[in-house]
């Protein structure tokens, strides 16, 4: 069957670092996605991985390892707008099929 | 500035009625999507587009109908057949549906209760 496990809950402090952790077994692999939701509002595209390795984009960096189906995003210098669900969803075969995950909720505290 | 626009934000069904929820794109794009959001569950793919006039099935289509008449526009309804229509749908779309690297934009949402 295809899956995306990832924490349903994490709490980090104001100015931390924060790693958020996917695994995935899907049919077939065309790239992996995370994106920010906060509640009640639109998802929102923050990165993409193909190949493994790191990929960064300012405060947000996303790691893959296709070979264990895993990936995470890593979140520096947390701020209070970070509060939000952080959603990983893979492309499988077939071009159109993204599964997502359930989401990880982030609290971000003073 | 484009984006996709759902409406109405909040919607209520009465019992044995059919509900039409609007979703408008102006990014140009070929691929539109319908997801429905349960509090700890992923979204699950209701129907797809990758072009005008055609349509799929997703995972969880039955009890919904869409239609794409225009690129710009994906209308769900909400048939009396969905026993359980209680949910956060979202609409999406994306400039291909077969593109890789292509990440699906979001619209806000439309959250659909029972009276």
């Known amino acids: 069957g295809q899956n995306i496990d990832q924490p349903t809950e994490m709490t980090a402090t104001e100015g931390a670092i924060v790693q958020i952790n996917c695994t995935y077994q899907t049919s077939g692999f065309n790239g992996l996605f995370w994106y920010q939701q906060h509640a009640g509002e639109a998802p929102t595209f923050l990165s993409y991985n193909v190949l493994d390795g790191l990929e960064e984009k300012g405060r947000f960096s996303s790691f893959l390892s296709r070979s264990k189906g895993y990936s995470y995003l890593l979140l520096k210098e947390l701020q209070m707008k970070d509060s939000a669900s952080y959603l990983c969803?893979?492309?499988?075969?077939?071009?159109?099929?993204?599964?997502f995950g359930a989401g990880t909720r982030l609290f971000v505290k003073a | 500035d484009g984006g996709i626009t759902q409406s109405p934000k909040y919607l209520f069904r009465k019992e044995g009625q059919n509900v039409t929820l609007s979703c408008e794109q102006n990014?140009?794009?070929?691929?539109m999507y319908w997801y429905r959001q349960d509090p700890g569950q992923g979204l699950r793919l209701i129907y797809y587009s990758q072009i005008v006039n055609d349509f799929q099935k997703g995972d969880i289509a039955e009890g919904y109908s869409v239609s794409r008449e225009k690129k710009e526009s994906f209308p769900l309804t909400v048939t009396s057949a969905q026993k359980n229509p209680t949910a956060f749908y979202l609409c999406?779309?994306?400039?291909?549906?077969?593109?890789?690297?292509?990440?699906?934009?979001f619209g806000d949402g439309t959250r659909l209760s029972i009276l």
């Open positions: 990014l140009n794009h070929d691929a």
């Open positions: 999406a779309s994306s400039i291909g549906v077969s593109g890789r690297n292509q990440p699906q934009h």
């Open positions: 969803a893979v492309k499988g075969t077939g071009g159109f099929k993204t599964i």
